[in-house]
């Protein structure tokens, strides 16, 4: 190649590098909100828009801090969590309205209803997919959406939430799920504010650490789990401080010292009744243990004056643990 050819060819190298360059620059500006500028969720939204699981009011523009509607938050969490449609029984073809009366069957938002009800989402027949979403009700579904996805374990200390005095049992099982494992933090004086709107870029950050965990945490069942309904728990208590108990779990005739014991989650019922459902899992393949009968210890810690039962995720009915107050 001589000289003259040579500098045509780096010439035109160079205008082809320069087209490809503003080409990435623009692809990648395609992406930032321009009204995230500072805002600790910026990144994180970024992301989000970037993987399609959420979009801006505009093509520019994001709107943090605009409410959620019902709408907008189940789209969030379907999309989110990558929560998939279920088959339906019966041979006739289910639709959104087969289940809401107020959501149409080729609204923008009707598939994302239907696979949330298909996963066990607890919604109302009559919700309004233009009604505001509070942070509660954000709070329970996305809980739900998780807990649809497998078992995880939740070492549960309770949070004592200030401001959560009128929330429902339901509601405040998911919260103290939320809490306890660091996706939802409460802010001045324990307080969640839950009768508060959810606003966009906190619905975004709480889906973007949700969907981390399930992709980290979360693993569906692949028949690891022990026949725990084998097994029967028991439950002991101890003052550990003003106002909190030591719940003790204890799992006996456990085939040898491999299995272990796992609290899932602790639901709170009335008149101060808790119920600590646990799991018993197999040893890891490929490691010997003695055959030893054995039993398996777990705790965690409740207000006072609570009476705890103790039950397996897969308890039959004959089996369903013991008490302790």
Not at 33 to 42: H, I, R, T, Y
Not at 58 to 81: C, E, H, M, W, Y
Not at 179 to 187: G, P, Q, S, Y
Not at 221 to 235: F, H, I, K, Q, R
Request: hydrophobic share 40%.
């Amino acid at each position: 190649m001589n000289k003259q050819s040579f500098q045509m060819s780096a010439k035109k190298m160079t205008i082809a590098c320069g087209i490809l360059a503003a080409s990435v620059s623009f692809g990648a500006s395609a992406f930032a909100f321009s009204d995230l500028k500072d805002n600790p969720a910026e990144s994180k939204i970024n992301a989000l828009h970037h993987k399609g699981v959420v979009n801006g009011v505009t093509t520019d523009r994001f709107a943090p801090k605009s409410k959620v509607t019902f709408a907008q938050g189940i789209q969030f969490i379907v999309n989110g969590l990558q929560l998939s449609p279920k088959p339906s029984n019966g041979s006739s073809t289910v639709t959104a309205s087969s289940y809401f009366d107020n959501v149409k069957d080729k609204a923008w938002y009707a598939s994302a209803f239907l696979i949330a009800k298909q996963n066990g989402l607890a919604l109302d027949k009559s919700v309004d997919p233009n009604a505001a979403m509070t942070r509660i009700q954000f709070a329970h579904l996305l809980t739900q959406a998780l807990q649809s996805k497998g078992n995880f374990p939740v070492t549960l200390m309770y949070a004592d939430i200030s401001d959560g005095g009128k929330l429902s049992n339901a509601e405040m099982n998911s919260l103290q799920i939320l809490v306890n494992t660091h996706l939802v933090t409460l802010e001045k004086n324990n307080t969640f504010r839950p009768n508060d709107v959810v606003t966009r870029a906190e619905a975004a950050v709480w889906i973007y650490d949700a969907a981390e965990f399930a992709q980290t945490v979360i693993t569906p069942d692949e028949g690891t789990a022990a026949p725990s309904n084998l097994y029967e728990g028991s439950v002991t208590l101890e003052k550990a401080g003003e106002g909190v108990n030591k719940a003790t779990l204890t799992v006996n005739d456990l085939p040898n010292p491999g299995y272990s014991l796992t609290i899932d989650r602790i639901e709170f019922g009335k008149d101060k009744t808790a119920v600590i459902y646990f799991s018993v899992t197999k040893p890891a393949p490929g490691k010997m243990y003695p055959m030893v009968i054995t039993k398996g210890t777990a705790v965690t810690y409740l207000p006072e004056g609570y009476t705890v039962t103790a039950k397996s995720l897969t308890t039959n009915p004959s089996s369903s643990g013991s008490s302790a107050r």
